[in-house]
């Protein structure tokens, strides 16, 4: 089973950046399609972005234009560049793969202040 490690969260004043890495195992992760979660306190998980084993994007309305997803097939990485970052942003960031599917981290927690 591909296992994910999540990093490079933090805490940030709102308007500001982070960018998050996720590093994954398995001889084949350019076949995997890849995505990162949040979930907020409280609620549910939730997709923010993925990408496909083609690098092709797909973003949460409410992340559109601030945040970008990206690979490296070459390092098995996969990141997510957060810009302009809002206090509803707070939340524990998680990465995963399909197919197959990943056994899910801890979580990188991301929590901006306003």
């Known amino acids: 089973q591909v296992q994910l490690v999540e990093s490079g969260g933090g805490l940030v004043q709102a308007g500001g950046s982070l960018r998050l890495s996720c590093a994954a195992s398995?001889?084949?992760?350019?076949?995997?399609?890849m995505g990162w979660f949040r979930r907020p306190p409280g609620k549910e998980r939730t997709l923010v972005a993925s990408?496909?084993?083609?690098?092709?994007?797909i973003y949460a309305e409410s992340v559109k234009g601030r945040f970008t997803i990206s690979r490296d097939d070459a390092k098995n990485m996969v990141y997510l560049q957060m810009n302009n970052l809002k206090p509803e942003d707070t939340a524990v960031y998680y990465c995963?793969?399909?197919?197959?599917?990943?056994?899910w981290g801890q979580g990188t927690q991301v929590t901006v202040s306003s």
């Open positions: 995963n793969s399909w197919f197959p599917v990943g056994s």
């Open positions: 398995g001889r084949t992760f350019s076949s995997y399609h």
């Open positions: 990408i496909t084993n083609a690098g092709r994007t």
